[in-house]
């Protein structure tokens, strides 16, 4: 009885913060959309180099790679005279509720967590560690069945009612992202070995940056898509993100090497 009455204050409590989540700030990242899309993918980088960054900070994979994308948004938004001090920006982050046991059913069972991430903290590792923060506090929150529930609800409404909702929704947050764990070993496609893989997240709710996160083989890609009216050079941002990964190695190296 104790655990129900745990789970569903808690459960109450994250529907509140949902609900409650102020529009994200008017960054150069979030905007009336335009047509044209752009999109921009980076070098294979090693798997290892993000694990060793990892295990010298604390941080999960998922953690140091977010992170970089932080700062690579953060350098971008530089850039182009943004103002970054002390600003945050929420990535809408896809977490995967389906049971193991139930992973060959059909339809779709994930809820979304709100991520903000912290552009305005310059230092790569303090960073890191504020970012590692927030998203062990989402894991410990019941947001992403809380999504889920209302995900499932808009999805037996009216189309005007999932417009208006997503529209909410989408104004909370500037940007979706997504990281998906890919085959471990290298595959083969009609005998040929397949060199690398790429994926878009979705992108809904009048959102214009789409961040793809995909690892295979011990190897890690970057994608970024972008509405070309607000940031025209995704490219940038790529580059950005392998700079962010190499100096925060460089940085954890440094440490672990220091008798």
Same mark, same amino acid.
């Given at each position: 009885?104790?655990?129900?009455?745990?789970?569903?204050?808690?459960?109450?409590?994250?529907?509140?913060?949902?609900? /409650? /989540? *102020?529009?994200?700030?008017?960054?150069?990242?979030?905007?009336?959309?335009?047509? *044209?899309? @752009?999109?921009?993918?980076?070098?294979?980088?090693? /798997?290892? $180099?993000?694990?060793?960054?990892?295990?010298?900070?604390?941080?999960? @994979?998922?953690? #140091?790679?977010?992170?970089?994308?932080?700062?690579?948004?953060?350098?971008? =938004? $530089?850039?182009?005279? $943004?103002?970054?001090?002390?600003?945050?920006?929420?990535?809408?982050? &896809?977490?995967?509720?389906?049971?193991?046991?139930?992973?060959?059913?059909?339809? +779709?069972?994930?809820?979304?967590?709100?991520?903000?991430?912290?552009?305005?903290?310059?230092?790569?590792?303090?960073?890191?560690?504020?970012?590692?923060?927030?998203?062990?506090?989402?894991?410990?929150?019941?947001?992403? @069945?809380?999504?889920?529930?209302?995900? +499932?609800?808009?999805?037996?409404? &009216?189309?005007?009612?999932?417009?208006?909702?997503?529209?909410? !929704?989408?104004?909370?947050?500037?940007?979706?992202?997504?990281? #998906?764990?890919? &085959?471990?070993?290298?595959?083969? !496609?009609?005998?040929?070995?397949?060199?690398?893989?790429?994926?878009?997240?979705? $992108?809904?709710?009048?959102?214009?940056?789409?961040?793809?996160? !995909?690892?295979?083989?011990?190897?890690?890609?970057?994608?970024?898509?972008?509405?070309?009216?607000?940031? &025209?050079? *995704?490219?940038?941002? #790529? =580059?950005?993100?392998?700079?962010?990964?190499?100096?925060?190695? =460089?940085?954890?190296?440094?440490?672990?090497?220091?008798?």
């Amino acid at each position: 009885a104790l655990d129900y009455a745990r789970l569903g204050r808690e459960t109450t409590m994250a529907l509140g913060r949902l609900l /409650l /989540l *102020p529009p994200d700030p008017k960054t150069i990242y979030k905007g009336p959309l335009s047509v *044209p899309k @752009v999109a921009a993918w980076s070098d294979a980088i090693p /798997l290892p $180099q993000i694990k060793a960054i990892g295990r010298a900070t604390g941080a999960t @994979v998922n953690d #140091v790679l977010l992170s970089a994308v932080a700062g690579a948004l953060r350098r971008y =938004a $530089q850039d182009r005279v $943004q103002a970054v001090e002390g600003l945050n920006v929420r990535g809408v982050i &896809p977490v995967n509720l389906r049971r193991e046991s139930a992973r060959i059913e059909l339809g +779709n069972k994930f809820g979304l967590v709100f991520l903000s991430l912290p552009l305005g903290i310059a230092d790569p590792l303090e960073r890191l560690f504020e970012l590692k923060q927030r998203m062990d506090d989402l894991k410990d929150s019941q947001e992403a @069945v809380v999504a889920f529930g209302i995900l +499932n609800a808009i999805g037996m409404a &009216p189309n005007e009612i999932e417009n208006i909702v997503v529209n909410i !929704f989408g104004a909370k947050a500037t940007a979706v992202m997504t990281n #998906v764990p890919g &085959p471990r070993r290298q595959i083969y !496609f009609a005998g040929a070995p397949v060199r690398q893989m790429m994926f878009w997240v979705p $992108q809904s709710g009048r959102l214009g940056l789409g961040v793809s996160i !995909f690892s295979y083989n011990d190897h890690v890609w970057l994608g970024v898509a972008t509405d070309q009216g607000l940031a &025209p050079n *995704p490219e940038t941002i #790529v =580059a950005y993100y392998q700079d962010e990964i190499a100096q925060l190695f =460089a940085l954890t190296q440094q440490v672990t090497e220091t008798p």
